[in-house]
């Protein structure tokens, strides 16, 4: 059964520290209600405040799960959020991301903060296995699912809704070959 302590990381773009409560700020609260970041997320449902993410914040004391703040190297910036749920009975860990920050998408950050992530959980924490989920619809996150070695494990056809549209949830897993 593994265990996690979560601690800085760092990648060859970026920078993933644990999540403090400095971290909320204007612009991380502005990301959250920004409809074009959340766009895939069940967060586009929530109007997010101060205190609606020291709550959130606070929902990972305690607990087996982490919660990172992504920076881009080069000068500190947050551009981001990770978060990742364990199940250590299983060895299992689910993963997500948001890149906040809309002028640093497509320059390869998220794949750097998700590479650095999965390959971590697999290494340090011995993991057994990392899974994530999207809709198919969220080809950006399709990609960088897909580039990172994590397989299609299964889809659940139709099981959200966006705009109004059905959509295929597409869960995937990076299983660590030596567990």
Not at 21 to 31: H, K, V
């Amino acid at each position: 059964m593994p265990s996690v302590a979560f601690s800085d990381l760092r990648g060859e773009l970026v920078g993933l520290r644990v999540f403090q409560s400095s971290d909320i700020t204007a612009e991380y609260i502005s990301w959250l209600n920004d409809p074009e970041v959340t766009r895939y997320s069940n967060q586009r449902f929530i109007h997010h405040t101060e205190e609606s993410c020291r709550s959130y914040l606070a929902s990972f004391e305690g607990s087996s799960n982490g919660f990172w703040s992504v920076s881009r190297l080069e000068d500190n910036k947050p551009i981001g959020t990770m978060t990742a749920y364990v199940a250590e009975y299983h060895g299992t860990v689910d993963i997500g991301i948001m890149i906040g920050c809309r002028d640093v998408w497509g320059q390869g950050y998220g794949q750097d903060a998700w590479s650095t992530a999965v390959d971590w959980f697999h290494s340090q924490a011995g993991f057994r296995k990392v899974t994530a989920g999207t809709m198919r619809s969220n080809r950006s996150m399709m990609r960088l699912l897909e580039r990172s070695g994590m397989a299609l494990e299964c889809v659940r056809p139709r099981q959200e809704l966006l705009d109004g549209t059905p959509q295929d949830l597409c869960y995937f897993a990076k299983y660590n070959e030596g567990r």
